[in-house]
């Protein structure tokens, strides 16, 4: 069974502020993605990492891949309000063919 | 922009009663999933749908569980005796393919209370 590990599990900052939230694991996956979950909504899609290494920019939002496709981390530059909610990486096995496995999350409260 | 819906977003049943959980998938998706989150847990796979079929299935979709694609547009999930540990947000999602770069696109999501 593949487990995916999220630090830290809550994060409150000031607006303006950066911040990093991890993804790791031990297990190899074909892909990674990173979602964000509002309270009582659906996991909504911000990325898809596939190569390792692999570095997305969303605006101010930084994703990386690690070099050996087990971990992830995603960087805000400049937090604001809007970007509070529960960050969610989710990841493919190696086969790729798998379904998505989540971690629990990172519960990230920007203040003003 | 094309997104998962969901029917209802809530929904409140007594125990043992069956609940059918509908979600209409994105056009032109082929493969379509159910998840659940438990209250303060991690999402989890129950099950996914390709061809008319079941693809795989998670532990937790046992007997009790069935899915359903009974036209060209919507997904269901059924529960046919519900427990009071299947209250969760169950959420649909659907992909265009099953590869490593092939996103998966979640619904709003369905509230199920069992009483």
């Known amino acids: 069974t593949q487990l995916l590990e999220q630090s830290p599990q809550f994060l409150s900052i000031q607006e303006g502020e950066n911040l990093t939230v991890y993804c790791n694991s031990s297990?190899?996956?074909?892909?990674l993605q990173w979602y964000r979950q509002e309270p009582g909504e659906g996991p909504v899609l911000l990325v898809t990492v596939v190569t390792g290494g692999e570095v997305k920019k969303l605006k101010r939002l930084t994703f990386q891949f690690g070099d050996a496709r087990k971990d992830s981390s995603l960087h805000i530059t400049a937090a604001q309000p809007g970007d509070t909610g529960l960050y969610l990486c989710?990841?493919?096995?190696?086969?790729?063919?798998?379904?998505?496995?989540f971690g629990k999350g990172t519960r990230l409260s920007v203040i003003a | 922009e094309p997104e998962v819906t969901q029917t209802p977003s809530h929904q409140v049943t007594q125990m043992g009663q069956e609940v059918i959980l509908r979600c209409v998938p994105i056009s032109n998706h082929l493969y379509f999933y159910w998840y659940r989150q438990i209250l303060g847990q991690k999402v989890e796979f129950l099950v996914s749908?390709?061809?008319?079929?079941?693809?795989?299935k998670s532990e937790i979709f046992d007997d009790q569980f069935s899915v359903e694609r009974p036209d060209g547009s919507n997904f269901t999930l059924k529960i046919r005796s519900t427990k009071l540990e299947d209250s969760a947000m169950y959420f649909c999602?659907?992909?265009?393919?099953?590869?490593?770069?092939?996103?998966?696109?979640f619904g709003q999501g369905t509230r199920l209370t069992v009483v």
């Open positions: 989710a990841a493919k096995g190696p086969s790729g063919n798998t379904p998505l496995v």
């Open positions: 749908f390709y061809n008319n079929e079941i693809s795989e």
């Open positions: 999602a659907s992909s265009w393919g099953a590869n490593p770069n092939t996103e998966a696109f």
């Open positions: 297990s190899v996956f074909s892909s």
